[in-house]
């Protein structure tokens, strides 16, 4: 595939480690499988699975990943808009069924970063909320070698979100979506949107230009909203737009 995932609205959290492959396609595994072998020694590849968060640098993608996801593959391509892009594809349980999870990380090269792009569950665009809390999930429940495997653990569906789960989604994004400054978020309370609308967790974004802008979380579906005077974005839009 020579185009990034595009991104769009998805279900609650329910996610699983997974050690099994689905083949629902046959020809696309192979591929993957193939690109992995030659792909292995590829700068890109190599570079975002020794990648880590900041949070805690002895975890590595590379380390994280083939703990927590079936039949680990990865690739590297360059995309049609001349983006390099590394692929990684894995099974894993959603929803109490096996999906093969294909996550793209973007690189740049002349800053020595990466981020997580897109996500797509046999190969149907995810959000990226899904995105973020499915790498969160991954690291939190990854353990180092010799302790028992995480395949087993299950994790429950929930209605809504709480705040605190609210504040590591946006902690979440912060850690994937490096800025030119420093930023923090500074939570404000709750409240209903519109007068019987969502019930959101209000939040700040303070730039370190003292400019900030207001930020909810859906109780219900974990997005993030940016209201920036004018209109609301998506967070991941505003970051495009703003931020990059």
């Not at 329910?14 to 072998?37: H, P, Q, R, Y």
């Not at 380390?63 to 690739?75: A, C, I, L």
């Not at 969160?136 to 929930?158: C, H, L, R, Y």
């Not at 979380?217 to 737009?241: A, P, R």
């Amino acid at each position: 595939m020579k185009k990034l995932i595009a991104l769009s609205v998805s279900a609650a959290l329910l996610f699983s480690a997974c050690s099994n492959a689905a083949l629902k396609d046959a020809g696309k595994e192979l591929e993957d499988t193939i690109s992995n072998v030659t792909n292995a020694d590829n700068e890109y590849v190599l570079m975002v699975k020794g990648g880590y968060r900041e949070t805690n640098p002895d975890l590595t993608y590379g380390n994280v990943f083939e703990q927590f996801f079936g039949t680990p593959r990865w690739k590297y391509f360059k995309s049609e808009d001349g983006q390099d892009v590394v692929e990684f594809t894995g099974d894993c349980m959603y929803a109490d069924a096996q999906v093969k999870a294909r996550i793209q990380f973007i690189v740049d090269e002349e800053n020595g970063t990466f981020e997580a792009a897109a996500l797509a569950f046999n190969e149907v665009p995810q959000t990226d909320i899904l995105l973020l809390s499915l790498i969160s999930k991954a690291f939190e429940e990854a353990e180092p070698t010799g302790q028992e495997s995480i395949n087993e653990t299950e994790f429950v569906e929930q209605e809504n979100f709480t705040a605190e789960e609210a504040v590591q989604l946006l902690n979440n994004w912060l850690e994937n979506h490096p800025m030119v400054y420093d930023c923090e978020f500074e939570y404000n309370g709750e409240r209903t949107l519109y007068s019987g609308g969502p019930e959101v967790y209000d939040f700040y974004l303070i730039l370190d230009d003292d400019a900030w802008y207001p930020v909810t979380v859906e109780k219900s579906t974990g997005e993030i909203w940016v209201d920036i005077g004018q209109e609301v974005l998506l967070i991941d839009e505003f970051y495009s737009i703003f931020c990059n």
